[in-house]
């Protein structure tokens, strides 16, 4: 299906006024990938690394740019992948092409798995690709994050001026007495709000619960300090199992920012408005 | 020549311990000791802690292993990989087949009777759920199957026996909402992880729970031992718990498993191995950047199942942090000698027994301090309760470098199993390319410079040490 499309958005980007359509569908092959190159199959029904059985599926693709990789991936041009295709027969041999493929396999060589790829290239159109792709994904990232704000209860820009220890009511699941090695330790962060973007008002004082844990199972989660500023995106605490805390003798709402995108540089402010009022 | 290596080893273990080593130590034929990256992930530079490892029986080729080691595309697959070996553990590949968003919690796993099948245990990413998992096929590119969930549950560590109708799997778990506090609960299954029925194995008053560790052994005429933490009392950061040890004789298929093995003091089901100890629970880093608390291995030799060692770690108040015991029973746990071997600072333990009876100790020991502290790993093997034993150094590496990522920092557990004539295991720590760490020999499969001892990735640039799983195999004494 990915591969129809794009065989389509080929088409389409070659036409006139189709920028638009195209950029989209390519974001959403960028959205989905983490291996993008550039390459020519030069098998078909073949593997380059032992441990993949050849099929109609697989193909040998040699590799001649490298758009986007993860750090920890060895792959370069010249290199050979497996690529395990969406559709038998859909690439023969001397197909040139943009593969957009997930990782499968790392081991003296890389398979990867196809999920679609953009048929044709030219020494020109390998730079105009790689600038494709990455405004592609500077486009996905924007749209990551309006999703992810459009779930927040609360977005804000502030500092934060207090951290304590989180007050779970007793009863709560979190709260019981359980010594685990991945125990969070919550621990909860007073934010002062500068700038209400969404569910707040600039003067209002939030508190957002936070693990302090350096257990593997909060590895990456962000972490507040006092004077801390930045842009949070905050949600309603669904995790501890107690929903509300105190602030100044009054009970409210508790909430948290565990995902990477919940913690912003203050500047991202503006982006974020921007981001809020696109359609 | 095998008999001399074993008394030049002991005779220098004698000398040395206690002492900081000054000889290099010494080499043991036949030794492998593997760097389980593969070159196409030679830019990695995560913490690739808390390994373990799975094999076959009737394969010497085919092996499983995994650590807290990311996919390395993120987590937007759902997915998390495991490391599989089809040349007998010479070669990995890393293939994201875990049902977990980019990497696990916990992950241990055990082999089926037939090949390639594999049983995980995780600790699902995100939300941390136990995830009991199934592959027909660990080769397969498929995900592995999802048999059974549920919430509140911590360490799951798989272990399978072979029936002849069907794999019988065996998790022990730390389950938060097992009745009374008595969490130490092993799941069970006898029909090849289709079913489980949740087994509670502790019968004592606890502080609100047991310790996390709940670790079966299986023999080959089904006994099963399952040692675990009976945690009485706490205060502050320390536990006062007791080293249980339960026993079911046919495979825990009756309708009240693991009730066994009594103890003489209450006639209640669980063997008190030890009584009182002092556990020191630290979730941060107290141990050359690795926390500690919740040390402990059991093995019952496979075709003799009278006998069974156990080793756990707590604190005895001499100066240590934390110190490792070992002790061993030949009459299905009635009986217990004392400390066969006591190891301070150290953690890790993981015991395995060969088919000719000989024991295999693997731990982690902190030796030095300060800057000059290291984590050295080593497999003991005695075949006369360690009045004499073998001593393989496998690794020994600076303690203080690379600076931790997470915890754990080179794992809660680690990996020891035997085939024939091989211990077979894996460990983590760290990877500098040093020829001196690594005193039985190491192979590397990424791309690494030894002469200036540093890591490259695939463009020929530095890349910063990290931690590695090692994948290893020893002799076994004949």
């Not at chain 1, 006024?17 to 990938?33: C, E």
Request: with cysteine.
């Amino acid at each position: 299906m990915y591969t129809r499309s794009a065989m389509f958005l080929a088409v389409l980007l070659a036409l006139p006024g189709a920028a638009a359509l195209g950029q989209m569908s390519q974001a959403t092959l960028v959205k989905q990938s983490d291996i993008i190159f550039i390459g020519t199959v030069t098998q078909v029904g073949a593997v380059a690394v032992p441990e993949v059985p050849a099929s109609n599926r697989t193909v040998v693709v040699h590799v001649e740019q490298v758009l986007e990789k993860p750090a920890a991936v060895a792959l370069g041009a010249g290199d050979s992948v497996t690529v395990q295709t969406a559709q038998p027969g859909s690439l023969k041999p001397g197909s040139q092409a943009t593969f957009y493929t997930t990782g499968w396999i790392f081991g003296q060589g890389v398979a990867v798995r196809e999920v679609g790829h953009e048929p044709g290239h030219s020494p020109v159109v390998v730079a105009d690709q790689q600038a494709a792709v990455a405004r592609a994904r500077l486009g996905m990232n924007d749209a990551e994050l309006k999703a992810h704000i459009q779930k927040a209860a609360m977005v804000v820009a502030g500092r934060v001026e207090q951290v304590r220890p989180a007050e779970l009511a007793g009863g709560a699941p979190a709260h019981r007495t359980r010594i685990s090695e991945h125990d969070p330790q919550w621990q909860e962060a007073i934010i002062q709000v500068q700038d209400g973007i969404k569910g707040a008002q600039a003067g209002e004082q939030v508190v957002v619960r936070f693990p302090t844990s350096l257990d593997v199972a909060w590895v990456g989660t962000p972490r507040f300090a006092v004077g801390q500023e930045g842009t949070f995106v905050l949600h309603k605490d669904s995790i501890t199992g107690s929903p509300e805390t105190v602030i100044a003798g009054r009970s409210v709402p508790a909430y948290t920012a565990l995902h990477k995108l919940d913690v912003l540089p203050k500047q991202d402010a503006l982006r974020i408005r921007v981001l809020m009022k696109k359609p | 020549m095998r008999t001399r290596v074993i008394a030049a080893t002991v005779a220098l273990y004698a000398a040395c311990e206690g002492a900081t080593r000054q000889t290099p130590p010494a080499k043991v034929a036949g030794v492998r000791v593997v760097d389980l990256i593969p070159p196409t992930l030679s830019g990695e530079t995560w913490q690739d802690a808390e390994p373990f490892l799975a094999l076959y029986a009737s394969n010497a080729q085919l092996m499983a292993a995994s650590a807290f080691t990311p996919n390395p595309g993120g987590s937007a697959s759902g997915t998390a990989p495991i490391f599989v070996s089809n040349d007998g553990g010479d070669t990995w590949t890393l293939r994201n087949t875990l049902p977990s968003e980019g990497m696990t919690a916990d992950i241990t796993h055990a082999v089926g009777a037939t090949p390639p099948v594999l049983y995980s245990g995780i600790l699902k990413v995100p939300g941390v759920p136990l995830n009991e998992l199934k592959a027909s096929d660990f080769l397969s590119p498929a995900t592995m199957t999802l048999q059974a969930s549920r919430a509140d549950v911590d360490q799951p560590f798989v272990r399978t026996a072979q029936a002849a109708s069907a794999d019988r799997v065996y998790v022990g778990l730390n389950d938060f909402d097992a009745p009374d506090g008595r969490t130490a609960t092993v799941d069970v299954s006898l029909d090849g992880g289709a079913t489980y029925k949740s087994r509670r194995i502790e019968t004592r008053a606890t502080v609100g729970q047991n310790g996390p560790s709940i670790r079966p052994a299986v023999a080959q005429d089904r006994t099963v031992y399952v040692a675990y933490f009976g945690w009485r009392a706490t205060a502050g950061s320390t536990v006062t718990s007791d080293i249980a040890v339960v026993r079911d004789d046919s495979g825990a298929g009756g309708a009240t498993p693991f009730r066994d093995l009594l103890d003489p003091s209450d006639h209640l089901p669980g063997r008190l191995v030890a009584t009182h100890v002092t556990i020191p629970w630290s979730n941060a880093p107290t141990l050359g950047q690795e926390r500690i608390g919740s040390t402990l291995s059991i093995a019952v030799n496979p075709l003799h199942s009278d006998t069974v060692y156990l080793a756990w770690a707590d604190r005895v108040g001499t100066g240590d942090i934390y110190t490792v015991h070992l002790r061993r029973s030949g009459d299905r746990g009635a009986t217990w000698t004392g400390d066969l071997r006591t190891v301070t600072n150290a953690t890790n333990a993981s015991l395995a027994v060969s088919a000719n009876g000989t024991v295999g100790f693997l731990y982690q020991q902190v030796t030095g301090s300060d800057s000059s502290s290291r984590w050295v790993t080593r497999l003991e093997q005695s075949r006369d309760g360690f009045t004499t034993h073998q001593d393989a150094v496998l690794a020994t590496v600076p303690a203080n470098s690379p600076p931790l990522q997470f915890l754990p920092y080179i794992g809660d557990y680690n990996g020891l199993l035997t085939r024939g004539d091989q211990f077979l295991g894996v460990f983590s720590a760290s990877n500098t390319p040093d020829s001196t760490n690594f005193p039985q020999g190491v192979v590397y499969h990424r791309r690494v410079d030894f002469a200036t001892h540093r890591l490259l990735d695939g463009s020929g640039a530095t890349v910063s040490v990290s931690i590695d799983p090692f994948f290893f195999s020893v002799p076994v004494l004949p």
